[in-house]
């Protein structure tokens, strides 16, 4: 007779059947290979036993028990109904249908080409969309971008694109190009923000930060704290690009800390300095690996970084990060038991 397998999938969302010895295998080496590289605590043997039973429930959805539901902020705009399923509506509608369809606790009113240096040279017009949305909605909007610093680079930006002084070894040039570019970021950011306190603004989303490196991160955190300061009611929330920071720049310090090499539980305690209300805590998906192998790392340093944060953590669970695959249609049996561990075992704020 041979042995029971369980449906699981891999990190890219393709189909693998699993024994449960292998099971238990992936998820000790992922757990291990999140306490290796953030130098964190394992999950308890009664967690990791819980994991192994998410991980294996049977059905295509899974939920968690009652009592323990949370709140949930997205990212990269409201216009996803637009853009997803290609249905033409305007953002406020596509607010308000998150609002009174998908049962949404909030949404982020945000531009097509979703990045501040963009939105700078619009604000006022999004301003506006911003507004008529919530006058038709009761849930709170946040308006929302990413830093992308990378955009600041020439030929479209002000200054000399580091990823190509780098390689010819010009390493000062490449550091003060980045230093420059979180200037004029910050002042974007601050603009914007500016134009969407005017009209109301319930909160502002600093999206996929740290995606150009510590220098983008820094500007995340530059922004935030000048914004919290000049609009004191507005919350920030602060999504982060990936699990650990990269060192494009290397030096580069917030409050006394080098920013290059951060893992979770070390950049949650940052963005509570900056005066964040909410962090959105990332972890990388790996596609080669399996749903347990991935789930398991993700609770890990999801786990350290709620134990560390004293403000909410929002588990950025969207394609490719904490344990979602790596897919454009996502699967709601990985989707929904990643969710799943990560409120009940992770113990996060919101999704």
């Not at 290796?36 to 991980?55: M, N, S």
């Not at 509506?89 to 945000?110: F, K, P, Q, W, Y």
Request: net charge negative.
């Amino acid at each position: 007779m041979s042995e029971k397998t369980f449906f699981m999938r891999m990190g890219d969302g393709s189909i693998v059947h699993m024994t449960e010895a292998e099971i238990r295998a992936d998820i000790a080496e992922g757990m291990e290979d999140a306490v290796t590289r953030g130098k964190i605590d394992p999950l308890t043997p009664e967690e990791t036993e819980y994991l192994y039973e998410i991980v294996t429930m049977p059905g295509a959805v899974v939920g968690v028990e009652h009592g323990m539901q949370i709140v949930t902020s997205n990212d990269s705009g409201s216009d996803k109904i637009n853009t997803k399923c290609g249905i033409p509506t305007s953002r406020d509608v596509n607010a308000m249908i998150h609002e009174r369809v998908l049962g949404g606790d909030s949404v982020d009113i945000g531009y097509s080409d979703y990045n501040y240096k963009t939105v700078k040279g619009v604000a006022k017009r999004e301003a506006t969309v911003l507004k008529q949305a919530l006058n038709h909605t009761t849930m709170p909007l946040f308006y929302g971008a990413m830093p992308n610093l990378g955009f600041y680079t020439q030929p479209d930006g002000p200054v000399p694109n580091w990823a190509m002084l780098l390689p010819e070894g010009k390493i000062k040039e490449a550091m003060a190009a980045q230093e420059e570019a979180v200037e004029h970021a910050v002042r974007d950011i601050v603009y914007v923000a500016e134009q969407m306190n005017d009209v109301g603004a319930d909160a502002f989303m600093l999206d996929t930060s740290g995606a150009a490196g510590d220098a983008d991160f820094l500007t995340a955190l530059k922004s935030t704290e000048i914004i919290r300061e000049r609009f004191p009611d507005m919350p920030v929330e602060i999504g982060m690009a990936g699990e650990f920071v990269l060192g494009m720049h290397g030096k580069i310090k917030y409050d006394g800390v080098r920013l290059a090499g951060l893992y979770p539980h070390k950049q949650v305690k940052l963005v509570e300095e900056a005066g964040a209300s909410i962090f959105g805590v990332v972890v990388n998906t790996n596609c080669n690996k399996s749903f347990p192998w991935n789930i398991a790392r993700v609770c890990t340093f999801v786990k350290a970084c709620t134990e560390a944060a004293s403000i909410p953590v929002h588990a950025n669970v969207g394609m490719g990060v904490c344990g979602v695959p790596m897919c454009e249609n996502l699967p709601s049996d990985v989707v929904s038991k990643a969710d799943k561990a990560l409120v009940e075992i992770a113990k996060i704020d919101g999704l």
